[in-house]
């Protein structure tokens, strides 16, 4: 079995920084892309930032300049540094990685629970 364990969200003022980590355990053989996504209420989940095992990164066009995603593979970690941040960034922040459990698997995608930022003064 995999896990994504997330952590860092919570209360900031407009402006503010915040950093989320997410720590994938368990069954891993490899992991490919790792990624954010967020979900703020009444909206669909949008990805924010995603890297790949090589370091290659995409970001959403409203995070760009703002948020830096990072990833460490021989801890199985990723995290978001968010700065400058606004209101329209609060949302609950999940993690997502796409992970073989062996060499002869398809990877699937997991998910994190959660965390919930929220950007206000």
């Known amino acids: 079995q995999v896990q994504l364990v997330e952590s860092g969200g919570g209360l900031v003022q407009p402006g503010g920084s915040l950093r989320l980590s997410c720590a994938a355990s368990?069954?891993?053989?490899?992991?490919?892309?790792m990624g954010w996504y967020r979900q703020a209420p009444g909206k669909q989940r949008e990805l924010v930032a995603a890297?790949?095992?090589?370091?290659?990164?995409n970001y959403a066009d409203s995070v760009k300049g703002r948020f830096t995603i990072s990833r460490d593979n021989a801890k199985n970690t990723v995290a978001l540094q968010m700065n400058s941040l606004k209101p329209e960034d609060t949302a609950v922040y999940y993690c997502?990685?796409?992970?073989?459990?062996?060499?002869?698997?398809?990877?699937?995608?997991?998910w994190g629970q959660g965390t919930q930022v929220t950007v206000s003064a």
């Open positions: 997502n990685a796409g992970i073989k459990s062996r060499p002869w698997t398809p990877e699937y995608p997991y």
């Open positions: 368990g069954s891993i053989f490899s992991i490919n892309v």
């Open positions: 890297i790949t095992s090589g370091g290659s990164t």
